[in-house]
Nanobody, 122 residues
Framework: QVQLVESGGGSVQAGGSLRLSCAAS????????MGWFRQAPGKEREGVAR???????SYADSVKGRFTISKDNAKKTAYLQMNSLKPEDTARYYC????????????????GGQGTQVTVSS
């Protein structure tokens, strides 16, 4: 059974930073990607960042230059470092892992966690 445990969310003022972590267990495919998508009330779901086994990454335009995704393959853990946070980054952030759905637009179709709330105040 695949389990993803996210942590690191919280409340921060605009301009601040947070680091999200996502630990995956029970996922035994050799090749997979991990990533984050977010969902805010009244807004469309948005793929935020993703990282492949080889370390290649991609980001939503809205977070480029501010967010950095990384992955520790040995620990099956992904991290999302979020800097220069803005109020529009407020959302519930979900981690996902998949061997198939590895684009920003399809991450949500993979195995997902319960999410962690990020709130940025102005």
């Amino acid at each position: 059974q695949v389990q993803l445990v996210e942590s690191g969310g919280g409340s921060v003022q605009a301009g601040g930073s947070l680091r999200l972590s996502c630990a995956a267990s029970g996922y035994n495919y050799d090749s997979y990607c991990m990533g984050w998508f977010r969902q805010a009330p009244g807004k469309e779901r948005e793929g935020v960042a993703r990282v492949d086994d080889d370390g290649s990454t991609s980001y939503a335009d809205s977070v480029k230059g501010r967010f950095t995704i990384s992955k520790d393959n040995a620990k099956k853990t992904a991290y999302l470092q979020m800097n220069s946070l803005k109020p529009e980054d407020t959302a519930r952030y979900y981690c996902a892992v998949s061997g198939t759905f590895c684009s920003l637009g399809t991450l949500y179709l993979g195995y997902g966690g319960q999410g962690t709330q990020v709130t940025v105040s102005s």
